[in-house]
């Protein structure tokens, strides 16, 4: 079984968990209250800003040239494409502009492991702790898709997850992960499913922290 799949299965009962979450039922049906959502872009924002230098990070320690470009574009695609997403709800919304937004705990905590991980850690397991972004975004995506509310104000956060084109990174993601396990001793896979594991927890309490304003 490839590494990803047995990964996944791992992180089944936390996914399980953050589909029943208030933050992704209220998503869904549109019902989120505006102060959970903006909790949510703002601290999303910030994020990003280091998410995006993270993946770039780590395709600088990749070994070929082609994977280095992939993490780049995937960087690139962080700080542009999905920026643009907050940047039109801010805008919409009316939020205050990133400057001045302090990280909470979460957030924090998120991007500091992700910045630690690429590095301290081996690639194999940076590569397996920067997965969940991807993929847990795409999944809960295109799940809140098969249930979709007309009218919905966080239509172009379902349609951005959703997309074919964030599929496509997925899945470059996912074929590097799968690479680097194939291509590595048993003990770092194991560390690899650890980071994997962690950084879904991870994805859990940021939406968490956003539905109960959890705040230093
Ligand atoms: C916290 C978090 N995790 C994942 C994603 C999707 N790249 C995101 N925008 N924010």
């Known amino acids: 079984m490839k590494w990803t799949n047995q990964a ?22 549109g019902t989120l209250a505006l102060d959970k959502f903006q909790f949510y872009m703002q601290q999303d924002s910030k994020y990003l800003e280091h998410y995006g230098r993270a993946l770039a ?7 070929d040239n082609q994977m280095a470009l992939d993490f780049f574009e995937f960087g690139k ?3 542009i494409v ?13 939020l205050q502009p990133h400057a001045e937004i302090p990280m909470e705990p979460v957030c924090h905590h998120y991007v500091h492991y992700l910045k630690s991980t690429v590095a ?9 702790a920067i997965l969940p972004c991807f993929w847990i975004y795409q999944e809960v995506g295109n799940y809140i898709l ?5 009218n919905n104000p966080y239509q172009k956060w379902i349609d951005t997850y959703s997309s074919e084109e964030f599929a496509e990174g997925v899945r470059k993601a996912q074929y590097y992960a799968d ?17 994997f594991v962690k950084a879904s927890q991870l994805e859990f309490q940021f939406w968490n922290a956003a539905y109960t304003n959890r705040i230093w």
Do not use: C
Request: glycine residues 2%.
């Open 8 to 29: 996944w299965e791992k992180i089944q009962p936390i996914y399980d968990s953050i589909l029943q979450m208030p933050f992704i039922q209220e998503l869904q049906n």
């Open 57 to 63: 990070a780590l395709g600088a320690k990749a070994k």
């Open 179 to 195: 690479l680097m396990a194939d291509n590595t001793t048993e003990a770092l896979r194991k560390q690899m499913f650890e980071a």
């Open 120 to 128: 301290y850690d081996p690639i194999e397991v940076a590569v397996a």
């Open 146 to 150: 098969q249930k979709e509310t007309a």
């Open 82 to 94: 999905e920026s643009a997403l907050h940047a039109s709800y801010f805008e919409e919304f009316g």
């Open 77 to 79: 695609n962080a700080l």
